[in-house]
Nanobody
Framework: QVQLVESGGGLVQPGDSLRLSCTAS????????MAWFRQAPGKEREFVAA????????HYADSVKGRFSISRDKAKSAVNLQMNSLIPEDTAVYYC??????????????????WGQGTQVTVSS
């Protein structure tokens, strides 16, 4: 059983940056595809970014491409999401997830087995 814990959320102004981290309480994350999803109030959970276990290829939602970057910290068994040029529309609870989805389903939340509790990101002036 993998337990995921997110950290790094907070309140920032438009244009600022934040770095979210996801760590596992037990076991390595290296064998899982890791992803970040987010859910804004009144909206469905949506895919943000993913990094595959094999090869480390990355995938991003169009809304964050060029602004967000997902990476692994193998030494810490962690996955990070660097968020730059934040805009109010990025406001949401951000969730870390682990799974082994096929490539065509990498953006599908149901394909992920393990989830963190979420961390709030608020972008407001």
């Amino acid at each position: 059983q993998v337990q995921l814990v997110e950290s790094g959320g907070g309140l920032v102004q438009p244009g600022d940056s934040l770095r979210l981290s996801c760590t596992a309480s037990e076991g390595p994350l290296s064998t899982y595809t890791m992803a970040w999803f987010r859910q804004a109030p009144g909206k469905e959970r949506e895919f943000v970014a993913a990094i595959r276990a094999s090869g480390g290829t990355t995938h991003y939602a169009d809304s964050v491409k060029g602004r967000f970057s997902i990476s692994r910290d193998k030494a810490k068994s962690a996955v990070n999401l660097q968020m730059n040029s934040l805009i109010p529309e990025d406001t949401a609870v951000y969730y870390c997830a682990a799974g082994r989805p096929i490539l065509s389903a990498i953006r599908t939340s149901a394909m992920y087995y393990y989830w963190g509790q979420g961390t709030q990101v608020t972008v407001s002036s």
